[in-house]
């Protein structure tokens, strides 16, 4: 499936641990996810490449299923890319599958929807080995209030409320603003650990930040903070100054990134 430039077009599905990087994208002097993948690739092809992620994760957050695509004249075939990356990559950046797709594949032009999750602790004192992996916000939750806020946002809805600073130009013409559709919104309690919690986001896209403001105001209403009727006061505002705070970064989890099915008979 090589492009007409005789390149093969090669899809990650990478899995991080963000706690020692500041973020996804590619910056001087501190590390990153893409950094450090796109060195990896280049000392194993012998080609500098343009790793293309599906979502830029800031500092700080985890991945299960990253998808990244990057081009190439190299002969090396799947297997032998994962083994020999995975070589010499950190322990907490791992490849967990590759494959060749056909040229016009895009890890973010070509996406659907992702999937985050949110995971944090109500429990007075939590797991030193869970510190780097979910917020700690002691309080009695009450789960039917965060379900009942998780309807509210379900479906497409403006969420300027939930939206950081420069996460798009608002004076932009066209496009779709601020409007996203959230098709799954759940809250989960967390099999063995008491107190301990996952948000679930299915949507078609997310603004900056998105996922961790909808979380501390969740938590928030969760608490007794705010009710449901102030939290859907709040989507329906259009103004981040109204929702609750930005929860930490270390909860937040990619799932999953969502594509269009292979059509059967053509190679993946």
């Given amino acids: 499936m090589a492009t007409a430039a005789g390149q093969r077009n090669i899809r990650l599905l990478v899995a991080f641990d963000g706690s020692s990087y500041k973020g996804w994208q590619r910056q001087p002097d501190v590390p990153t996810i893409q950094g450090v993948l796109e060195d990896r690739i280049a000392a194993m092809t012998g080609e500098e490449v343009c790793l293309h992620g599906a979502g830029r994760t800031d500092a700080g957050v985890h991945a299960l299923g990253m998808v990244a695509n990057f081009h190439t004249r190299s002969t090396i075939p799947v297997p032998g890319l994962q083994r020999g990356l ?28 992702k999937t985050y999750r949110y995971d944090f602790c109500t429990a007075e004192v939590i797991l030193p080995t869970s510190r780097l992996y979910m917020a700690h916000r002691p ?10 806020c998780l309807r509210i946002i379900t479906g497409s809805h403006d969420f300027s409320s939930f939206e950081a600073a ?31 919690w996952s948000l679930v986001f299915t949507g078609d896209g997310f603004l900056r930040h998105m996922v961790r403001n909808l ?4 938590i928030d209403a969760g608490r007794g903070r705010i009710s449901v009727d102030e939290f859907a006061a709040i989507l329906a505002g259009r103004d981040r100054t109204l929702a609750g705070p930005t929860a930490p970064a270390c909860g937040l989890f990619l799932v999953r990134v969502h594509y269009h099915p292979i059509p059967a008979g053509r190679d993946g």
């Fill in 86 to 113: 995975n070589s010499l990559l950190p322990r907490d950046i791992r490849i967990m599958a590759v494959r060749e797709e056909h040229p016009g594949f895009h890890s973010r032009f070509s996406a659907t929807g």
């Fill in 139 to 148: 309080c009695s939750l009450d789960a039917g209030a965060v379900h009942r």
């Fill in 166 to 196: 420069g996460s798009r130009d608002p004076e932009q013409p066209g496009g779709r603003g601020a409007v996203r559709t959230i098709s799954e919104a759940r809250c989960l309690p967390l099999s063995g650990q008491p107190g301990c």
């Fill in 215 to 218: 979380a501390g105001t969740l």
